[in-house]
């Protein structure tokens, strides 16, 4: 199989320092990478499989729906450079549909790129492999191999929805001067729609989203020297109207203090540490900060019900 450099080797971000930033302001919150351990991986994996947790197959089944479109739209011979690439069953519809000749997949979770490498050598063979072991959100430095490619990438899933707005604008500002001018961007977006059902897509029945938020607490036990007692925080989700979206947080049940690091964290009965935002968009919305970023919306499509949204910026 061709293959590009393999460079596993995941940026060193400083977790405790960022752990104990969040969790010793004003209004406490831990960054949503932190939820992408292994476990917590396992745990994503089974969240897009939950009856309640529509996005993922809801987009899966927009992406075989326009494939054809596809086709016509990105030109031969391209390199897809996939944002936050935990496993390739999204771009694998892309690799049965276009001309792609390279895949550059990008993400922080190294045991999960790992595990597509080994797949991706026996199920797509003819397709160069260059994975990137990073925080994708950090800039990123193309594999010089794909460098005279044409460039189409990929951020699937709606996880422009984890970052607020300034920082969405920042991030595919910052992915159109990766890819270069001529690039093309595949988005994948949640839209807004009743909270009866975003509120269990993020709080399902079997309290799968709730093991994965409180997951991590354990993972700052382990990595941060710290002694959260889980028995003693609940997941919450939450609908914010006026923000238009989702809020993860983790609510302290009792009055308690919690040492992380050799810091001693006070919390307040009913405290929370806030984990995750979601926004969700209208199709309106979206191409305005899409738009704010330097991208023109170049075709949008959703499924029949208007639940999610994909949407080919150039
Ligand atoms: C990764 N991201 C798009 C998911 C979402 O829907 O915001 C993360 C998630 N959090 C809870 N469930 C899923």
Known sequence: MPEGSG???????????????????????????FFYDDAGCTLFGAITELPEYYPTRTELGILRDIAGDLAALVPPGA?????????????AILFAALDVDAYVPIDIAHQALTALK??????????????IAADFLAPVKLPAAIGAMPKLGFFPGSTIGNLDPPDAIAFLRQVRTTLGVCASLLIGVDLEKS???????????????????????TRLNREADADFDLDLFAHRAVWNDTAKRIEMHLESLVAQSVRVAGRTIRFRAGETIHT????????????????????????????????????LLS
């Open 195 to 217: 909270p009866d059902i975003l509120v269990p897509a993020y709080d399902d029945a079997a309290g799968v989203t709730a093991a994965f938020n409180l997951n991590m607490l």
């Open 276 to 311: 995750e935002n979601s926004y969700k968009f209208s199709i309106e919305r979206f191409a305005g900060l899409a738009t704010r970023a330097g991208w023109h919306v170049a075709r949008s499509w959703t499924d029949a019900e208007r639940l999610f949204s994909v949407h």
């Open 79 to 91: 390199a897809l450079v996939e944002y936050g690439a935990s496993d390739e069953a999204k771009a």
């Open 7 to 33: 460079a596993l080797a995941p940026a060193r971000s400083d977790f405790v320092a960022e752990a104990l930033n969040g969790l010793t302001a004003p209004r406490k919150s831990l960054p949503p990478k």
């Open 118 to 131: 080994s797949r991706l050598r026996w199920s797509h063979r003819a397709v160069a492999l260059h994975p």
